[in-house]
């Protein structure tokens, strides 16, 4: 595995950076945590969206919002307390507004 601290942190500070980023933070109520497949997609897909045009840019945005409603939806179904399953809920909720609105936009275009 690659070494994820600081080049120069002390090992405390780099055992303590190391377990943060492994399971989330504060330990007891993790609130924060690393990102997983979903969330890691939808951020490469709105890197492709931003330097492409046409087709390929729909298609990558498309599949950005795609994989954030499918991070939303493990959040709120399988979020870890609370704070994370409202996190889902609200970004779930965002991503279907968006859709709605895109949709409607598009049904007054034609």
Known sequence: MADIGVADAPPAADARIRAMSSSGWPARYPIFQPPNAPVLIAQGLRVVAAV??????????????????WWAYGELTEGVNVVRRAIGAVALGSVALRAGRSLNARSRSQ
């Open 52 to 69: 492409s045009d046409g087709p390929v840019r729909s298609a990558a945005l498309v599949g950005s919002r795609a994989a954030t409603a």
